[in-house]
């Protein structure tokens, strides 16, 4: 389906100042443009153009509201300049999948001053030497490339996304945390429940105790009569 076509149908009847999200992944652009977006979407948050075909970036229009930019297994290779002047409040931005393959190439980024998060999966330029480190050092601003930032923590995002599928899974969040009250719960009740039991222990072998002790006292008492009869037989 053709991008233009594809926007159209999620509009639904609405108007594009009305679109906060907008997904037209796997559908075609003409001759590698963007097509059917324009400025009247001003209140777009998230656009997401999955493998779309796009190899330049000369057609987006205006998008000031413009939070994360989905650009993943398309063919762009630079002219990257337009992200800045069109999306200038960008925090994510996902290439991954692209023909990126000098460093020069991201330059154009710096101007997106807000920008925290940057992948480049599948790019060539993930192969040069000290990538990672060079990456970081060009765009400052950038605080998680590929989903880690420089000491190699997962980005939050990626972490968020983690938990709810535990939850679904019926593990998430409110389950650990049960878990966590229950065991307190069974700690505590262990701790006042060992006393009482280390209390009645100690009762039950004073008990014992005592018991064993009459009991002998009664045997050697028995005993002293049993030779009592005994020396009275013989006499």
Do not use: W
């Amino acid at each position: 389906m053709e991008m233009k076509k594809r926007i159209t149908l999620e509009l639904r009847n609405r108007s594009p100042a009305e679109i906060v999200e907008l997904v037209v992944d796997n559908s075609r652009s003409a001759n590698g443009e963007v097509e059917g977006l324009t400025d009247g979407f001003t209140a777009l948050e998230f656009l997401s153009m999955v493998n779309v075909g796009l190899s330049s970036l000369a057609k987006l229009p205006s998008l000031p509201k413009l939070r994360k930019l989905e650009l993943s297994d398309n063919s762009l290779s630079g002219a990257l300049e337009t992200l800045a002047e069109k999306c200038p409040n960008l925090t994510y931005l996902n290439l991954s999948g692209n023909k990126i393959k000098e460093l020069n190439t991201l330059e154009a980024l710096q101007n997106l001053k807000s920008l925290q998060s940057l992948d480049l999966f599948n790019c060539e330029i993930t192969s040069l030497e000290d990538y990672r480190e060079s990456v970081f050092d060009l765009l400052p601003q950038v605080t998680y490339l590929d989903g880690f930032d420089q000491e190699d923590n997962e980005a939050p995002d990626s972490e968020a996304n983690d938990e709810d599928e535990d939850g679904e899974d019926g593990a998430g969040p409110t389950g650990d945390y049960g878990e966590e009250d229950d065991e307190e719960d069974d700690e505590d009740g262990s701790e006042g429940g060992e006393e009482e039991y280390d209390d009645e222990e100690d009762y039950a072998e004073e008990e014992e105790e005592q018991a064993g002790a009459h009991g002998q006292k009664r045997k050697r008492d028995v005993e002293d009569e049993g030779e009592d009869d005994e020396d009275d037989e013989d006499n």
